[in-house]
Nanobody
């Protein structure tokens, strides 16, 4: 069983930056063979895809975060990060780290982290 543990959330003013990190607890081989990504869920809204990165490093972003967020992975350290710049109040939510064969869809996610809160004050 693989566990994903997020860190780096918190409270930031609009226009500021945060960096989220996610580390896998075990099963090195299985994680490095998977796509990784981040989802978020705002209060009263459905969970939505933020960004994904394939095992080869190809990235994909939601239109709402393009140009502001950057996803990266370190296969040696078994981590995935999300650098968030120019944050807006609408970026507020719980951010979840995910791993799976096709993380662009929730049905393709095999592992979910417990979530980390990001709050952007206007």
């Amino acid at each position: 069983q693989v566990q994903l543990v997020e860190s780096g959330g918190g409270l930031v003013q609009a226009g500021g930056s945060l960096r989220l990190s996610c580390a896998a607890s075990r099963s090195i081989f299985s994680i490095n063979d998977m796509g990784l990504g981040w989802y978020r869920q705002a209060p009263g809204k459905q969970r939505e895809l933020v960004a994904t990165i394939t095992r080869g490093g190809l990235t994909n972003y939601a239109d709402s975060v393009k140009g502001r967020f950057t996803i990266s992975r370190d296969n040696a350290k078994i981590t995935v990060s999300l650098q968030m710049n120019s944050l807006k109040s609408e970026d507020t939510g719980v951010y979840y780290c995910v791993a799976g064969r096709a993380v662009g869809l929730t049905s393709g996610v095999r592992y979910w982290g417990q979530g980390t809160q990001v709050t952007v004050s206007s």
